[in-house]
């Protein structure tokens, strides 16, 4: 005699089937479908391979995300900064970075300024280059240094491409400062993301990060969002207006090399 469904309020009884009793085993199941990092899934394919209720799915996948264990993208969820781990970051940005080299360059000779490469990481900008000669040492970052990105061009210049709602997961309604400059609330991180996407893209640093210097960012943008950002850095009277159409050429060009879009 077949058995009837049972329905109770357990949320690991499913039809015909015991899920993993912890939340552990749950996430195990989900990250092994994560087989490479360019793997994409959505929540219904997520749900529907592991044999979890969509609702415990969403919740697991939400809480993976605001980790950074994964990422949520247009293209559905994929491997997150924190699973990819530092040696597996490396090994994705060095080709990024061989790429950009002789791009950034040129762009430091042309402007006679520090020329930056990084990547989102969280609510951080993770720095895969720099260049600019001497004036490099006055300038306080480094290859494979951190900063707060809501406070630098190429943060901003990154967050601008994602949703409203990515960054609401980011940060709190007050943010930190690190200047009398720095944005410090979440609306009006909003409101310069939007101005950043007004200008096309070209986003602002005057004093925000570091008193006496400004820049001017632009992101190289894949299909699934933002990839990397690059940067011009000078002194608090710089001329960034001036410089921005340098900037743009050089995204440009690592972009039609690297990825193969302009």
């Keep these: 005699m077949t058995s009837a469904l049972r329905l109770d309020s357990r949320p690991s009884e499913v039809v015909g089937q015991v899920l993993p009793p912890s939340m552990m085993e749950r996430v195990t199941l ?3 479908l994560f087989e490479r990092p360019q793997t994409h899934l959505t929540l219904e394919t997520v749900s529907r391979r592991t044999h979890l209720p969509r609702s415990t799915t969403h919740r697991i996948l939400d809480q993976l995300v605001r980790l950074d264990w994964l990422r949520h993208t247009v293209a559905g969820y994929t491997l997150g900064q924190r699973a990819l781990g530092l040696g597996g970051r490396e090994i994705g940005h060095s080709a990024l970075r061989s790429a950009a080299a002789p791009h950034l360059l040129d762009l430091a000779v042309r402007t006679r300024m520090v020329v930056h490469l990084a990547v989102l990481d969280g609510p951080e900008i993770y720095y ?3 260049i600019g000669g001497r004036a490099a040492v006055d300038i306080p970052s480094k290859v494979g240094g951190r900063a707060v990105a809501h406070c630098t061009g190429l943060g901003k210049a990154m967050l601008a491409w994602l949703s409203p709602e990515e960054i ?3 940060y ?3 943010i930190e400062r ?5 944005i410090g609330h979440l609306d009006h ?3 310069e993301l939007r101005t950043v996407r007004r200008r096309n893209g ?3 640093d005057r ?3 570091f008193p006496d210097l400004g820049c001017v960012g632009l992101a190289l943008r894949g299909p699934e969002g933002p990839i990397a950002a690059i940067s011009v850095v000078g002194d608090g009277s710089s001329s960034l207006e001036l410089v921005a159409p340098l900037v743009v050429n050089a995204v440009k060009a690592v972009s039609e090399d690297h990825f193969g879009i302009g």
């Excluded at 690190?178 to 720095?182: E, G, I, L």
């Design 207 to 209: 004093g925000e990060c």
């Design 178 to 182: 690190r200047t009398d400059h720095s």
């Design 189 to 191: 991180l909003h409101s």
């Design 128 to 130: 895969l280059d720099k």
């Design 168 to 170: 609401d997961t980011r």
């Design 30 to 32: 989900i990250m092994d």
């Design 202 to 204: 070209l986003a602002i």
């Design 172 to 174: 709190a309604q007050l």
